[in-house]
């Protein structure tokens, strides 16, 4: 893993977008070139301060995910893994600052314009939402729970894809004008399926995954899944021997940062603050501790 951080990559090939963390290059016809950065964004705000190694962490534990949850739905990932990583190791020669470690040849998806979120435990801004109205995007929840209070059954809760500002909850509803009713509910099967099967896999390494948000979209005409999966800047991961409902848990995710955040009194509105040494340094390591955790 790259020692150093890497704040933008610089290729020659044509980049198509730089975004909140991922910096995507045209490679041909078919494919993208994605470099994940240590960038990390907050409150859908990027933060100046880089997290050392995070790049690497979210790339390989996206490729573990996909490769091991492939039974269940199709996935980004090209076939011939020993030509792409072949190609990686070309482009990343005199980029001292890139470590193949955070690249990722990808095929090209028609991405649809919605987040997948699946909520296992009552927590973030689904906490919120309970406390003042008894649901949580249109689940109504049996009253008396408490802060982070397991979810019998996980609840499907999409929201919009904001290229800029904040994502916005949405109804099933919703949802389904946008994509159409069948393409909406297969998206919620895919995403509950998902998300249990990473959730068994954790707990069987005392991991909890109380809640994630996931990407698909369409290759060769077939939904596949895109982007990141359950990693420490899509999910919520809390260590299974220190849980305890009715209060903020420990975390090995940007809930950190987060955290920090909101206790400095930041308005969420740009430009961010600098993250101190000491939540940087812990944030970098729990971003570490839960790919060995996950995938060792």
Same mark, same amino acid.
């Given at each position: 893993?790259?020692?150093?951080?890497?704040?933008?990559?610089?290729?020659?090939?044509?980049?198509?977008?730089?975004?909140?963390?991922?910096?995507?290059?045209?490679?041909?016809?078919?494919?993208?070139?994605?470099?994940?950065?240590?960038?990390?964004?907050?409150?859908?705000?990027?933060?100046?301060?880089?997290?050392?190694?995070?790049?690497?962490? +979210?790339?390989?534990?996206?490729?573990?995910?996909?490769?091991?949850?492939?039974?269940?739905? #199709?996935?980004?990932?090209?076939?011939?893994?020993?030509?792409?990583? @072949?190609?990686?190791? #070309?482009?990343? $020669?005199?980029? *001292?600052?890139?470590?193949?470690?955070?690249?990722?040849?990808?095929?090209?998806?028609?991405?649809?314009?919605?987040?997948?979120?699946?909520?296992?435990?009552?927590?973030?801004?689904?906490?919120?939402?309970? /406390?003042?109205?008894?649901?949580?995007?249109?689940?109504?929840? *049996? $009253?008396?729970?408490? /802060?982070?209070?397991?979810?019998?059954?996980?609840?499907?809760?999409?929201?919009?894809?904001? $290229?800029?500002?904040?994502? @916005?909850?949405?109804?099933?509803? /919703?949802?389904?004008?946008?994509?159409?009713?069948?393409? $909406?509910?297969?998206?919620?099967?895919?995403?509950?399926?998902?998300?249990?099967?990473?959730?068994?896999?954790?707990? /069987?390494?005392?991991?909890?995954?109380?809640?994630? #948000?996931? @990407?698909?979209?369409?290759?060769?005409?077939?939904?596949? +899944?895109?982007?990141?999966?359950?990693?420490?800047?899509?999910?919520?991961?809390?260590?299974?021997?220190?849980?305890? *409902?009715?209060?903020?848990?420990?975390?090995?995710? #940007?809930?950190?940062?987060?955290?920090? +955040?909101?206790?400095?009194?930041?308005?969420?509105?740009?430009?961010?603050?600098?993250? *101190?040494?000491?939540?940087?340094?812990?944030?970098?390591?729990?971003?570490?501790?839960?790919?060995?955790?996950?995938?060792?």
């Amino acid at each position: 893993m790259n020692t150093g951080t890497l704040s933008e990559s610089r290729l020659n090939l044509p980049l198509i977008r730089r975004g909140k963390v991922r910096d995507v290059y045209e490679l041909d016809e078919r494919h993208l070139l994605v470099v994940t950065s240590d960038r990390l964004s907050a409150f859908d705000v990027v933060l100046p301060t880089l997290i050392q190694g995070k790049g690497a962490v +979210l790339t390989q534990l996206t490729r573990f995910w996909m490769t091991k949850l492939a039974s269940l739905v #199709k996935n980004h990932l090209p076939e011939d893994r020993a030509k792409n990583d @072949e190609l990686l190791r #070309k482009l990343a $020669a005199g980029q *001292p600052d890139i470590s193949l470690d955070q690249m990722e040849v990808v095929r090209k998806a028609e991405v649809f314009p919605v987040e997948c979120v699946v909520r296992g435990y009552l927590a973030g801004s689904g906490w919120k939402d309970y /406390q003042q109205t008894g649901a949580v995007c249109g689940h109504t929840l *049996p $009253a008396g729970l408490t /802060q982070c209070a397991w979810l019998r059954d996980p609840i499907f809760t999409p929201s919009t894809k904001a $290229a800029v500002g904040h994502d @916005e909850n949405i109804a099933i509803a /919703q949802m389904e004008n946008l994509l159409g009713k069948e393409t $909406a509910r297969k998206l919620e099967e895919l995403s509950l399926g998902v998300y249990k099967a990473g959730r068994e896999h954790a707990s /069987q390494r005392g991991i909890i995954i109380a809640d994630t #948000k996931f @990407e698909f979209g369409l290759i060769d005409g077939e939904i596949a +899944l895109v982007d990141e999966v359950l990693t420490p800047d899509s999910s919520r991961f809390w260590p299974a021997d220190q849980y305890e *409902p009715g209060r903020d848990q420990p975390s090995f995710d #940007k809930q950190i940062v987060r955290n920090y +955040l909101m206790d400095i009194g930041w308005d969420r509105n740009p430009p961010a603050p600098s993250l *101190p040494l000491p939540i940087a340094h812990r944030t970098a390591y729990a971003y570490r501790e839960i790919l060995e955790r996950l995938t060792v």
